[in-house]
């Protein structure tokens, strides 16, 4: 069992570029998570979906954040542009279904400069 | 606005004594309460939980402790390990809404050999 599977690891970009976090969940799960982790907000939910559909982007911060799940393997988030206060360790989570126990992968941290 | 706090970012505890973590909620509609743990550059994984049914639910070395009416919950480990030196995040969730967990900001825990 592979896990929760998320890439790249580590990111550095400039101030205005786009930065794609990509998450493979686990076989057969049903619900995908995002969420941030910064030290002031603790691990905020950005958005999460349930069969491939976005049931909650509450989270998300602003329109330069999107999240896509084409498929129930493989869901993208993307920053467009990114800006220095994005710097944060960006996390994705899989459950068999909303409320169950979520499995997180290792996350993605992202640095903008 | 914080709907789930932990108020002690950090707690240093010696070997084979309590480790007791806290953390408070404000929203009265969360019946599912979870602590997740943290290794650094890894993922969350799942701890332990429990149902706004009870007040106290036991696994191992880890108990949590539930008071639903002052919206308080802890998580005692005992005896601490230098192993359960982590990050330990509380969370909540509404089981009757979109079931979504919200996160505290975490404790950080450092068990001394």
């Known amino acids: 069992d592979a896990g929760v599977i998320q890439s790249p690891r580590h990111e550095v970009t400039e101030m205005g570029q786009e930065v794609t976090l990509r998450c493979k969940p686990i076989?057969?799960?049903?619900?995908l998570f995002w969420y941030r982790q910064t030290m002031m907000r603790g691990l905020e939910l950005l958005i999460y979906?349930?069969?491939?559909?976005?049931?909650?982007d509450s989270g998300m911060p602003e329109d330069r954040f999107s999240a896509k799940m084409p498929n129930a393997s493989f869901s993208t988030l993307k920053i467009q542009p990114s800006e220095p206060r994005d710097s944060a360790v960006y996390f994705c989570?899989?459950?068999?279904?909303?409320?169950?126990?979520?499995?997180f992968g290792p996350g993605t941290r992202l640095t903008v400069l | 606005d914080q709907q789930v706090k932990q108020n002690s970012p950090s707690l240093s505890v010696q070997e084979g004594r309590i480790s007791i973590l806290n953390c408070d909620y404000t929203?009265?509609?969360?019946?599912?309460f979870l602590w997740y743990k943290k290794y650094p550059a890894e993922g969350p994984t799942f701890l332990i939980s429990?149902?706004?049914?009870?007040d106290k639910n036991e696994d191992g070395r880890f108990t949590v402790f539930l008071n639903k009416s002052a919206k308080h919950l802890s998580l005692h480990i005992v005896p601490s390990q230098p192993g359960d030196s982590a990050v330990y995040f509380c969370?909540?969730?509404?089981?009757?809404?979109?079931?979504?967990?919200?996160f505290g900001t975490g404790t950080r825990l450092k068990v001394l050999a």
């Open positions: 989570a899989s459950s068999f279904y909303p409320g169950d126990e979520q499995f």
């Open positions: 076989s057969g799960h049903n619900s």
């Open positions: 979906f349930n069969n491939n559909v976005p049931i909650d």
């Open positions: 929203n009265s509609m969360f019946d599912y």
């Open positions: 429990i149902s706004s049914i009870k």
């Open positions: 969370a909540a969730s509404d089981a009757s809404g979109t079931y979504k967990y919200i």
